[in-house]
């Protein structure tokens, strides 16, 4: 990890960032004839710098937060991004559509996310400021987990 030295008295000053969140109201299509309006908070925590975190607080039922990369997310804002669970369509402005649409998808069921594409877009700025692109590894603890792979208890 790069830590820059203080000029000053010659010490190794750790800037520690903090965790980025963002509550966004968001539709969500369950079926063709069902869609609700739920609160989804949007985490990136730079000791995890290639993921993001979607929660699900207040819902009606209790809703496992999802992961992935940051990288999916932000490519589809301009393009078709994603395969398998997790897959981002940018804003279709033919149809009227100003937001990303999210598509999560598990072995029991899948649901569609309309996300507002502006405040997405104004919240994944934000995350690549806190943690430039190219720069994740260098933030990424590897300490613990070594230690859990090499001295399981």
Excluded at 37 to 65: I, K, N, T, W, Y
Aim: net charge negative; aromatic share 8%; glycine share 6%.
């Amino acid at each position: 990890m790069h830590h820059p030295t203080d000029p000053t008295n010659g010490c190794r000053c750790v800037r520690k960032r903090q965790v980025l969140r963002r509550t966004l109201s968001v539709r969500v299509l369950l079926s063709a004839d069902e869609a609700v309006q739920l609160a989804v908070c949007f985490v990136h925590d730079p000791s995890d710098p290639l993921a993001v975190r979607m929660d699900f607080p207040g819902s009606p039922e209790q809703v496992a937060p999802w992961m992935f990369s940051r990288d999916l997310l932000y490519a589809g804002l301009r393009a078709p991004s994603g395969e398998g669970d997790v897959r981002v369509w940018p804003p279709c402005r033919c149809h009227g559509l100003d937001s990303v649409r999210i598509l999560l998808r598990s072995s029991y069921a899948a649901a569609v996310l309309f996300v507002p594409a502006d405040e997405l877009r104004d919240w994944l700025e934000e995350t690549f400021a806190s943690v430039p692109a190219g720069e994740e590894y260098a933030h990424l603890s590897w300490e613990g987990p070594l230690e859990r792979l090499l001295y399981p208890r």
